[in-house]
């Protein structure tokens, strides 16, 4: 009712706490996968913003943006979600903000089938969070990165795995997480660098500590050493 009447809505304090609304009614409408209704509701409390919202009220915005975008995303609303992505990464004070944007063009980068620029996105934010990997990688590359893997598990029992603490550190959990979007891509269209971020997954995990993606690592780096 009241995004019914967003025109006669004219006291910002009250547009902000509308936007709010808007933000708590997308987030739940994601979660009961309501996706043409969260997009609805996102878009909503964007337009009950002030103008200068990012500099008044940032994190309420950056909220919106976001899930707005991951809405579009999952709605299929392509052209919305890069819209969305974009205004984000302009606007985002810090490198781990935007990264929630990153995921989603990733994301949507793979479906619409657009491996090359999936992929090309996973490497962009990497290389921000310091770590690099050729795009295209050569035998050697992958050979040394697997010496490196064999020596960090050297010595180590599968219990040992299991009692590594939790990984806590912010850009290592993020790095983890763009990893584990690119396993399903590289793994179809550049085996190579699926191999090289299954290594490097595994060696994150051993200097940081285990968090979600980890046990998905340990598995995929068995399978992998299997078909070398």
Not at 4 to 28: H, P, S
């Amino acid at each position: 009712q009241f995004n019914i009447a967003v025109e006669l809505i004219t006291n910002q304090t009250e547009r902000d706490e509308l936007a709010r609304m808007n933000l708590i009614a997308g987030r739940r409408a994601l979660a009961s996968t309501a996706y043409a209704t969260a997009a609805k509701y996102l878009t909503t409390g964007i337009q009950f913003l002030s103008s200068d919202s990012w500099e008044t009220n940032y994190h309420l915005t950056l909220a919106l943006y976001e899930k707005a975008a991951e809405a579009a995303y999952v709605a299929g609303d392509f052209e919305q979600t890069e819209q969305l992505v974009e205004v984000v990464l302009v606007q985002a004070k810090t490198l781990l903000e935007k990264v929630k944007v990153y995921e989603v063009r990733i994301e949507a980068y793979k479906a619409q089938s657009r491996g090359v620029e999936a992929i090309r996105t996973g490497l962009e934010v990497l290389k921000l969070l310091g770590i690099e990997f050729p795009e295209q990688p050569s035998q050697e590359d992958i050979e040394i990165a697997l010496e490196e893997t064999q020596i960090a598990l050297a010595g180590r029992q599968i219990e040992d795995l299991l009692n590594l603490p939790n990984m806590t550190e912010p850009k290592k959990l993020t790095a983890m997480n763009i990893l584990v979007r690119l396993l399903p891509i590289t793994c179809v269209s550049n085996p190579p660098l699926f191999s090289l971020v299954v290594f490097k997954q595994v060696n994150i995990s051993l200097n940081y500590g285990n968090c979600a993606a980890s046990a998905l690592s340990y598995g995929t780096y068995a399978i992998t050493i299997w078909n070398i």
